[in-house]
């Protein structure tokens, strides 16, 4: 089972692996190294301690990703004491597979640890990999590369377990025909919808408004907000700001000219006769005969690509009458290459030997090569300049700013007359942040804002990044408890709230009573004509079908019955804001290959393994916890994290 897991941790499971390691490092798995004093945790795992900052990271990324994904805002049913347990359930998840496979004998070798780094885009430049942007990436967190090191060989090694596990899933051809029948199920319907009518709805009366702010007081609520200021060291900026003589840009068009254009290219083609490199004398002078007698019926008239066709025992060009397209120097046999370059155009060389055997070669077209003027390179050498001296600038001034913060953590200024940059001023923004905004939208920003060491304590934040070209230092400027937002300032949003919710009200009455017209005979032309609404055209949709039915009319359309052969089945659909749908389900029948929506054997299969993978590593997952000596302590998860 070992070795398995091992074998899939090559190949592309190894570049899957190498993706997914970037993001618990954005994560909780980042080592802390700043501050001293006991680390409180939130949970203990067989012995090993979980700690509050390796929590606090987490939870923000997840609320974050929360966020992003439900437009700005965490959905209703995923209130911040469910989101802070899962986030600590799943923190005590990945220690227990860590753990496991250390127990099991698994580890990851200092040979892997290296080519996992070096492989890692993150640390890559035109070059390779860029030690420069590997020191960089710790001096902008704080980090030693002995802690980052730690935490990569534990993303790897779990990874490799979760691999081997979900990959060890099999289903057979049972249930790959039962589900191919379920997923291609399609069903022909059309829908009804009656939207809220909001205009025909009256107003409602000062009494009204006054009662709805009063009992749901706790929906009018300013959140806690603070504003920042800030210092932002960008690689981008500092490279704008360089300044270039032309001079240094003439050295450095000097030093690079090989570089700066395209090198010669010849067009040939070629007619060989091949001849194994450790033949012997006779056959390699046998060969020679073949090839000079070739040259001379070349000589007497007969085209070249005629007799390549015929006679080159190279059958890549033959067809195309010894044609090689153009070539560059350093890519073809030496002596091929020798005798090609030196022939002028419209020539054909005599016979020559390489590796291969004996060729004739003739260059049908020369490309001269084109060095660049210094005219011309200017841009591109500016440009690469500028690059070169930020990536050193912005290294050495990321060190100067961190060193700075700290060391005078009371004020942003210090550190910024001594880099020459502005103190920059944010607006008020609460716990949620400001959704896109590079800075207000990030969960490393909005957690350091709003952390006692920088809201309370006054203190500059830690180095944050925000991007591999950005980092920030941050301190609380001002800061605004939450409060009740008073009546008048929320009269007209209530106001608004009540006609949509009187409006939904009606659309789902009317709704029901034409629903109830329908079961009991009503045609849909009838009903449809009665209230002034109109029908859609009939669809057919399978589960997969993808932006022709909302998900919740989806999820309706295929728990109804199946209609009778005399109409149709009907159902109704109350969906959140926009009124009330009518669903009418005409058909059922199956997706061919080929349909839309429809899916074959093959996807059916690995759906499956891959479901049967996730469940086999639940089962293991519930295992380990059902054996382990785990203690929480969510009372920390609420708690500021000890860096």
């Given at each position: 089972?070992?070795?398995?897991?091992?074998?899939?941790a090559?190949?592309?499971?190894?570049?899957?692996?190498?993706?997914?390691?970037?993001?618990?490092?954005?994560?909780?798995?980042?080592?802390?190294?700043?501050?001293?004093g006991?680390?409180?945790?939130?949970?203990?795992?067989?012995?090993t301690?979980?700690?509050?900052?390796?929590?606090?990271?987490?939870?923000?990324?997840?609320?974050?990703?929360?966020?992003?994904?439900?437009?700005?805002?965490?959905?209703?049913?995923?209130?911040?004491?469910?989101?802070?347990?899962?986030?600590?359930?799943?923190?005590?998840?990945d220690?227990?597979?860590?753990?496991?496979?250390?127990?099991?004998?698994?580890?990851?070798?200092?040979?892997?640890?290296?080519?996992?780094?070096?492989?890692?885009?993150l640390?890559?430049?035109?070059?390779?990999?860029?030690?420069?942007?590997?020191?960089?990436?710790?001096?902008?967190?704080?980090?030693?590369?002995?802690?980052?090191?730690?935490?990569?060989?534990?993303?790897?090694?779990?990874?490799?377990?979760?691999?081997?596990?979900?990959?060890?899933?099999?289903?057979?051809?049972?249930?790959?025909?039962?589900?191919?029948?379920?997923?291609?199920?399609?069903?022909?319907?059309?829908?009804?919808?009656?939207?809220?009518?909001?205009?025909?709805?009256?107003?409602?009366?000062?009494?009204?408004?006054?009662?709805?702010?009063?009992?749901?007081?706790?929906?009018?609520?300013?959140?806690?907000?603070?504003?920042?200021?800030?210092?932002?060291?960008?690689?981008?900026?500092?490279?704008?700001?360089?300044?270039?003589?032309?001079?240094?840009?003439?050295?450095?068009?000097?030093?690079?000219?090989?570089?700066?254009g395209?090198?010669?290219?010849?067009?040939?083609?070629?007619?060989?006769?091949?001849?194994?490199?450790?033949a012997?004398?006779?056959?390699?002078?046998?060969a020679?005969?073949?090839?000079?007698?070739?040259?001379?019926?070349?000589?007497?008239?007969?085209?070249?690509?005629?007799?390549?066709?015929?006679?080159?025992?190279?059958?890549?060009?033959?067809?195309?009458?010894?044609?090689?397209?153009?070539?560059?120097?350093?890519?073809?046999?030496?002596?091929?290459?020798?005798a090609?370059?030196?022939?002028?155009?419209?020539?054909?060389?005599?016979?020559?030997?390489?590796?291969?055997?004996?060729?004739?070669?003739?260059?049908?077209?020369?490309?001269?090569?084109?060095i660049?003027?210094f005219?011309?390179?200017?841009?591109?050498?500016?440009?690469?300049?500028?690059?070169?001296?930020?990536?050193?600038?912005?290294?050495?001034?990321?060190?100067?700013?961190?060193?700075l913060?700290?060391?005078?953590?009371?004020?942003?200024?210090?550190?910024?007359?001594?880099?020459?940059?502005?103190?920059?001023?944010?607006?008020?923004?609460?716990?949620?942040?400001?959704?896109?905004?590079?800075?207000?939208?990030?969960?490393?920003?909005?957690?350091?804002?709003?952390?006692?060491?920088?809201?309370?304590?006054?203190?500059?934040?830690?180095?944050?990044?925000?991007?591999?070209?950005?980092?920030?230092?941050?301190?609380?400027?001002?800061?605004?408890?939450?409060?009740?937002?008073?009546?008048?300032?929320?009269?007209?949003?209530?106001?608004?709230?009540?006609?949509?919710?009187?409006?939904?009200?009606?659309?789902?009455?009317?709704?029901?009573?034409?629903l109830?017209?329908?079961?009991?005979?009503?045609?849909?032309?009838?009903?449809?004509?009665?209230?002034?609404?109109?029908?859609?055209?009939?669809?057919?949709?399978?589960?997969?079908?993808?932006g022709?039915?909302?998900?919740?009319?989806?999820?309706?359309?295929?728990?109804?019955?199946?209609?009778?052969?005399?109409?149709?089945?009907?159902?109704?659909?109350?969906?959140a804001?926009?009124?009330?749908?009518?669903?009418?389900?005409?058909?059922?029948?199956?997706?061919?290959?080929?349909?839309?929506?429809?899916?074959?054997?093959?996807?059916?299969?690995?759906?499956?393994?891959?479901?049967?993978?996730?469940?086999?590593?639940?089962?293991?997952?519930?295992?380990?916890?059902?054996?382990?000596?785990?203690?929480?302590?969510?009372?920390?998860?609420?708690?500021?994290?000890?860096?």
């Amino acid at each position: 089972m070992l070795q398995f897991i091992r074998d899939q941790a090559s190949g592309w499971i190894a570049w899957v692996i190498v993706i997914l390691i970037c993001i618990p490092f954005a994560l909780w798995g980042i080592h802390q190294f700043q501050g001293g004093g006991q680390v409180q945790s939130v949970a203990n795992v067989n012995g090993t301690e979980i700690s509050t900052s390796a929590f606090q990271q987490s939870y923000q990324n997840q609320r974050q990703q929360l966020q992003q994904i439900f437009g700005g805002q965490l959905p209703a049913l995923y209130n911040e004491s469910r989101l802070r347990q899962d986030t600590l359930e799943q923190m005590v998840n990945d220690e227990l597979i860590i753990q496991a496979g250390v127990n099991n004998g698994m580890r990851v070798g200092n040979r892997q640890l290296s080519e996992s780094i070096q492989t890692l885009p993150l640390f890559k430049s035109g070059k390779g990999f860029s030690t420069d942007k590997y020191t960089t990436f710790l001096q902008s967190r704080g980090l030693s590369a002995a802690g980052f090191e730690t935490d990569l060989r534990r993303s790897i090694l779990s990874q490799q377990l979760i691999a081997g596990i979900q990959r060890s899933a099999f289903v057979t051809d049972a249930e790959v025909e039962q589900t191919l029948k379920l997923d291609n199920e399609r069903r022909r319907f059309q829908s009804l919808t009656i939207a809220p009518a909001v205009k025909d709805v009256p107003e409602a009366d000062a009494a009204q408004l006054k009662a709805y702010f009063e009992d749901h007081k706790s929906r009018y609520v300013v959140p806690e907000q603070v504003k920042i200021d800030y210092i932002e060291l960008s690689r981008k900026a500092i490279a704008g700001q360089i300044k270039v003589t032309e001079q240094t840009l003439k050295n450095l068009y000097e030093s690079s000219r090989e570089t700066l254009g395209t090198p010669e290219q010849r067009e040939v083609r070629h007619i060989l006769v091949q001849v194994d490199k450790n033949a012997d004398q006779a056959a390699v002078e046998a060969a020679h005969k073949k090839i000079q007698a070739l040259a001379e019926r070349i000589a007497k008239g007969e085209k070249f690509a005629d007799i390549a066709r015929t006679n080159s025992d190279d059958p890549g060009s033959a067809t195309m009458g010894g044609s090689l397209g153009y070539i560059s120097k350093g890519v073809m046999d030496p002596a091929f290459e020798k005798a090609a370059f030196s022939l002028p155009e419209g020539q054909i060389s005599k016979p020559v030997r390489s590796s291969f055997g004996w060729h004739l070669i003739e260059v049908t077209r020369i490309q001269k090569s084109h060095i660049k003027s210094f005219q011309e390179a200017r841009n591109q050498l500016l440009k690469t300049y500028r690059k070169d001296q930020a990536e050193q600038m912005f290294a050495e001034q990321i060190d100067q700013l961190a060193t700075l913060a700290f060391e005078q953590s009371d004020s942003l200024q210090p550190a910024a007359d001594a880099l020459g940059v502005p103190v920059q001023h944010s607006d008020y923004f609460s716990r949620d942040g400001v959704p896109g905004d590079p800075l207000l939208g990030n969960a490393k920003v909005r957690g350091a804002a709003f952390s006692p060491e920088v809201m309370a304590d006054g203190n500059n934040s830690e180095m944050l990044e925000l991007n591999p070209e950005t980092v920030v230092v941050l301190r609380t400027a001002n800061h605004r408890q939450s409060h009740p937002q008073d009546y008048a300032d929320v009269r007209d949003q209530i106001k608004i709230q009540l006609r949509r919710e009187a409006a939904l009200r009606q659309a789902q009455a009317l709704g029901d009573r034409i629903l109830k017209e329908l079961e009991n005979g009503s045609s849909q032309e009838q009903v449809a004509g009665q209230h002034n609404l109109k029908w859609s055209e009939p669809q057919n949709l399978t589960r997969r079908s993808q932006g022709q039915a909302t998900p919740q009319i989806l999820e309706k359309l295929f728990k109804m019955p199946k209609p009778t052969q005399d109409g149709a089945t009907y159902a109704g659909l109350a969906e959140a804001g926009d009124g009330y749908t009518i669903i009418a389900l005409l058909g059922v029948d199956s997706a061919k290959p080929g349909d839309e929506g429809a899916v074959d054997k093959k996807q059916i299969e690995q759906n499956l393994a891959s479901r049967i993978g996730d469940q086999t590593f639940s089962a293991v997952v519930k295992s380990l916890r059902s054996r382990a000596d785990i203690k929480t302590f969510m009372e920390n998860t609420s708690a500021p994290a000890n860096f």
